[in-house]
């Protein structure tokens, strides 16, 4: 799981920092960008995995965890915008005197959203709400956990915005909770029968021929006439993520579990290049914070880019941005060596 949320941050990373990759690069990170996907079904799956049985020994003191949990991630979102956000807009912007002021207002109440930093305020409901989806699974109402995320997700499609009370939302929350649901689904399982159903071959089977079936629709829409005329005269096979739609669900949710179906069953691949599967350990049991220290080399890229009108310095600190985060978290590991 380490690796697999290594994947999904280092995902994140380059999405953050394509705007100054080559144009083909580019392209394929977009098309196959799962990163926010990846984050919110892991959550979920950690939630159900990871806390479903302390829950039922000790259910006050997890649900305080895990908004702990959401008060954390809601901390690291103000570190942001006071050390990053404000001072790119009063610098760099010319925001001033009540202008500038209102923008940091609106932001600390999360009434306005801004590039990157939105991603953090995402989690917050979902950690919020995880407790009662904890108590529901626990009393054996595992229905009263998927039916209304359906539900929230099938009145998200014509209202997408419901729960946004003043900026729309980026990643709206009626929508993408269906992740986080489906993660937590699956993680009261447990690891090891994730496990076994990654290296299933009926599971490979499955995954596989969705995702690609999925990719056939979504890549031919532009390049096959008949498919082409589907979405725009007929509105079919349109994939959004947004905001998010059935389509764009659907395709995002078959690259999260091929993806984890290809870490569990190449495992042995990549444990046999001890640097790349270290450096995609630390990443992922050191997520926020790699999530946090990278958002400071993006900004910085994006004021050098605004200043220079040239990518080849926002290549080199992309560079850089990787090469400190490999350092600070094998430092951090070599201080506090993880548990077994």
């Not at 993520?241 to 059935?246: A, I």
Request: a positive charge; one cysteine or more; proline letters at 4%.
């Amino acid at each position: 799981m380490d690796v697999f949320r290594g994947i999904v941050i280092l995902d994140m990373i380059l999405i953050h920092f394509n705007t100054y990759f080559p144009a083909t690069a580019r392209k394929l990170l977009d098309y196959f960008d799962f990163a926010m996907d990846g984050f919110v079904f892991t959550a979920g799956l950690m939630i159900g995995a990871h806390y479903l049985d302390q829950f039922r020994a000790h259910p006050y003191s997890i649900a305080q965890r895990v908004w702990l949990r959401a008060a954390k991630l809601y901390s690291c979102y103000l570190l942001i915008v006071f050390t990053v956000i404000a001072p790119y807009y009063y610098f760099l912007l010319d925001y001033h005197d009540k202008a500038f002021l209102g923008i940091i207002e609106e932001l600390i109440l999360l009434k306005r959203q801004v590039g990157i930093a939105h991603i953090l305020p995402t989690f917050i409901p979902l950690f919020l709400v995880a407790p009662l989806v904890l108590w529901l699974i626990v009393n054996g109402r595992v229905f009263w956990v998927v039916i209304p995320s359906f539900m929230l997700f099938v009145f998200g499609l014509r209202w997408p915005y419901l729960f946004s009370y003043t900026d729309n939302t980026i990643f709206p929350a009626i929508l993408w909770q269906v992740y986080f649901c489906i993660g937590v689904v699956l993680g009261i399982s447990g690891f090891a029968k994730i496990e076994r159903m990654a290296k299933s071959p009926t599971c490979a089977v499955l995954v596989t021929s969705a995702f690609l079936l999925l990719a056939f629709f979504k890549f031919g829409t532009s390049h096959i006439p008949l498919l082409e005329r589907l979405r725009t005269e007929f509105g079919l096979l349109r994939f959004q993520r947004f905001p998010l739609n059935v389509w764009g669900f659907m395709f995002g949710i078959s690259l999260v579990l091929l993806v984890l179906l290809v870490v569990y069953r190449f495992f042995n691949v990549i444990n046999a290049s001890t640097a790349i599967r270290n450096l995609l350990e630390r990443f992922g049991r050191h997520s926020l914070l790699v999530f946090v220290l990278h958002v400071y080399f993006v900004y910085t890229a994006m004021v050098i880019a605004k200043l220079t009108e040239s990518a080849l310095w926002p290549n080199a600190i992309f560079g850089a941005c990787l090469l400190f985060l490999a350092l600070i978290t094998r430092k951090l590991e070599g201080r506090n060596p993880p548990k077994s």
